[in-house]
């Protein structure tokens, strides 16, 4: 502007500026410009026809929708099931790959073969084993109740993804709630197992050598070594598996269509968008799920990271 030679860090600088303007226009685009979007539709009344030929100008705007999903009778029952499934889901998946980790950490024969197939229900379409999952546990002509049924381990076949409730040494569970939590944990179990597999290989082997010189059995160097050494892998983990399984919808409309007590926000989203034809309800709905993504990140960064600094 003066006539300056610009320096070695302005220079650096406006590099840095025209080589991150990319991904910043990206993320405006395909992230900030829908929810924003969103955020309109969900205060007007609008309809599917509405999108067809009219301004959403003339609309104007309202909280009607707002009020319709939250007066909703069944808000309060979906949002638990979401609860629910997210932490259930969530919590199983990382138990799972926790457990698989530990048996695959130390050395044996065909480890290789091992890890590559517990990987394997991660890497295959959804559809496939969704559908594999729902013949395989079918009532009728499944081979599960099948085969518990010839050697007489029931009396009935049990209905894993249409029965709602299972009563079981006098309680009350919810079937198919639970089936669908098992099969969350099953299917992305591997995600966590690579993640705490690596961190695993990570921890330095004389930690455990000295705590073995001092007395420590397996159990106490599990407890005072292993688990600090994964306690930042795990909290990071759920934050990726609660963010990802609270907005899942193909999973359970594979399995269930989210009927017997497993219709969750994103199946609801779905049928008042979709089903009712209700955009607006429906994108309502959306920026309430935002909400409590944003109220978990925000406990998340405020109280666990800070905690853990």
């Not at 009344?45 to 104007?60: F, H, I, K, Y």
């Not at 709630?177 to 290989?201: C, D, M, T």
């Not at 600090?228 to 899942?248: C, D, E, S, Y």
């Not at 269509?257 to 779905?270: L, W």
Request: neutral net charge.
């Amino acid at each position: 502007m003066n006539g300056r030679p610009a320096s070695l860090h302005e220079k650096e600088s406006r590099l840095a500026f025209w080589m991150l303007a990319p991904g910043f226009a990206v993320v405006a685009v395909l992230v900030i410009l829908p929810v924003i979007w969103n955020f309109w539709l969900s205060l007007t009344p609008v309809t599917l026809a509405d999108l067809r030929g009219r301004s959403l100008l003339e609309l104007g705007l309202t909280f009607g929708n707002f009020r319709k999903v939250l007066g909703d009778p069944d808000f309060t029952a979906v949002l638990i099931t979401t609860l629910a499934y997210t932490l259930g889901g969530s919590s199983l998946s990382i138990l799972l790959g926790l457990t698989a980790a530990l048996l695959v950490w130390d050395e044996f024969p065909g480890r290789a073969l091992v890890r590559g197939l517990l990987i394997s229900p991660y890497i295959a379409p959804v559809v496939a084993v969704a559908f594999t999952w729902s013949f395989l546990l079918d009532p009728q002509l499944g081979l599960v109740n099948r085969l518990a049924l010839d050697r007489g381990l029931m009396q009935a076949p049990i209905p894993f993804f249409s029965g709602r409730w299972i009563e079981i040494a006098g309680c009350r569970l919810p079937l198919a709630l639970l089936s669908v939590i098992f099969f969350e944990g099953w299917r992305y179990f591997p995600f966590a197992f690579l993640f705490i597999l690596a961190r695993l290989q990570g921890i330095p082997e004389e930690l455990y050598h000295a705590a073995a010189v001092d007395g420590a059995g397996p159990i106490r160097r599990f407890i005072h070594i292993t688990v600090p050494q994964l306690a930042t892998v795990i909290v990071t983990l759920f934050l990726f598996r609660f963010i990802w399984t609270i907005n899942k919808f193909d999973d359970i409309f594979l399995l269930t269509r989210g009927q017997a007590g497993t219709e969750v926000m994103t199946i609801r989203i779905y049928d008042y968008a979709f089903g009712a034809f209700d955009i607006g309800a429906g994108s309502a709905l959306a920026v309430v799920l935002f909400g409590m993504l944003t109220a978990f990140l925000f406990v998340y960064l405020r109280w666990i990271l800070h905690d853990r600094d």
